[in-house]
Nanobody
């Protein structure tokens, strides 16, 4: 039983943009901090971003700062990851994860703390 579901992945050329979505039919995402992670075969999962339950605080990995932005649409119970100026090294399966907390986000939350995970969406950046 999936608790969170990602969508929006695809194939994009270098320099292009994609917007990923994370939504849930079971969870009220307003109660959860949402993290975005990515993973490629043979590599460890990497934290990309985190947004607080309020949407007022965020944190990003150095590799995506200035290019990726996470936001919320409370009316749609959805969290977004806007990815701009994509690079081939951004190619990965992207996952969203939910942690029930109202903490202010000052740094990335470790993946082990998240309670719910989606199955991922593939992002491929290639010309």
């Amino acid at each position: 039983q999936l608790q969170v579901v990602e969508s929006g992945g695809g194939l994009v050329q270098p320099g292009g943009s994609l917007r990923l979505s994370c939504t849930s039919s079971e969870l009220d995402l307003d109660l959860y901090a949402i993290g975005w992670f990515r993973q490629t075969p043979g590599k460890e999962r990497e934290g990309v971003s985190c947004i607080s339950s309020s949407g007022l605080s965020t944190a990003y990995a150095d590799s995506v700062t200035g290019r990726f932005t996470s936001s919320r649409d409370k009316s749609k119970n959805t969290v977004y990851l806007q990815m701009n100026n994509l690079k081939p090294e951004d190619t990965a399966t992207y996952y969203c994860a939910a942690l029930r907390t109202h903490r202010v986000i000052t740094r990335m939350i470790p993946d082990a703390q998240y309670q719910y995970w989606g199955l991922g969406t593939q992002v491929t950046v290639s010309s």
